[in-house]
Nanobody
Framework: QVQLAESGGGLVQAGDSLRLSCAASGRTFGSYVMGWFRQAPGKEREFVASITWIGSSTHYADSVKGRFTISRDNAKNTVYLQMNSLKPEDTAVYYC????????????????WGQGTQVTVSS
């Protein structure tokens, strides 16, 4: 079993930055992929970014490429999402998730999910 706990959300203004954290526990993560997803009110959940637990492979949604950076600290079992130049359309609940295997941008491929953290960007 894997437990995930997100933190770092909040209310910011357009152009500001936030860093989200996702602390993972419960088992080792050698061949795992960590992903960030988000869901805005009335919209479907969408992929944001993913990173392999070993190595440095990353993947981003086009909507956040160049503004968001995903990273991890293996010693702390924590994945981060640095969000810069935030826009009102980035407002959503952000979730981290984990899957075993290769990179994927499909939420259905991820087996474990956190509870989410709210990010609100005012204009």
């Amino acid at each position: 079993q894997v437990q995930l706990a997100e933190s770092g959300g909040g209310l910011v203004q357009a152009g500001d930055s936030l860093r989200l954290s996702c602390a993972a526990s419960g088992r080792t993560f050698g061949s795992y992929v960590m992903g960030w997803f988000r869901q805005a009110p009335g919209k479907e959940r969408e992929f944001v970014a993913s990173i392999t637990w070993i190595g440095s492979s990353t993947h981003y949604a086009d909507s956040v490429k160049g503004r968001f950076t995903i990273s991890r600290d293996n010693a702390k079992n924590t994945v981060y999402l640095q969000m810069n130049s935030l826009k009102p359309e980035d407002t959503a609940v952000y979730y981290c998730a984990v899957r075993r295997g290769s990179m994927s941008s499909y939420g259905s491929d991820y087996a474990y999910w956190g509870q989410g953290t709210q990010v609100t960007v005012s204009s």
